[in-house]
């Protein structure tokens, strides 16, 4: 093997670490805080065991804990201004930790109401850790997941040149 490989290898190995490192300390701390969370996205297919570099870590918050979150995770990231994002009906911000980036969403309507909140949603041990999650079968019947698999596909294409 030459050193470059290595070296990417080591780089993808160590940034996959911090991830899972985030991913557990957000849930740790929305347990203990009693914020209704889940992690979504690439960051579902992600913790179902498709291992790949996340461009950032996406989790779904209850509307109504936005001001919550924020001041709950300021002491530990630096956090971007919140923005809305009509598309989606969501407002969101970053908190970044480590090079890494936590995009948090707060979804305006149904989405994010108790009753539809949790549907699709499982929990994934990791470490010991419950984490919140939508479930690999959302995004195979969403048909969803080919998206996440050709990112992966053209990161490892862009490596091995």
């Not at 790949?52 to 990231?77: A, G, N, Q, Y």
């Not at 956090?79 to 969403?105: R, S, V, W």
């Not at 707060?106 to 939508?134: A, L, M, N, P, W």
């Amino acid at each position: 093997m030459d050193g470059k490989y290595e070296d990417t290898q080591n780089y993808r190995m160590e940034v996959v670490k911090k991830q899972w490192d985030i991913i557990c300390l957000v849930s740790e701390l929305f347990r203990k805080s009693n914020i209704e969370y889940h992690f979504d996205a690439s960051t579902a297919a992600f913790i179902h065991g498709v291992n790949f570099e996340m461009s950032d870590i996406d989790v779904v918050i209850i509307h109504d804990c936005m001001d919550r979150v924020s001041e709950l995770l300021k002491p530990l990231f630096v956090l971007t201004e919140q923005e809305y994002m009509p598309k989606h009906n969501l407002d969101f911000f970053f908190a970044i930790k480590d090079g890494i980036k936590l995009h948090c969403l707060f979804y305006r309507d149904t989405q994010c109401e108790y009753s539809t909140f949790y549907s699709d949603v499982e929990i994934v041990i990791h470490d010991g850790k419950k984490i919140y999650t939508k479930t690999f079968d959302f995004y195979l019947k969403q048909k969803k997941i080919k998206h996440y698999l050709n990112k992966i596909g053209e990161k490892k294409k862009s490596v091995e040149k």
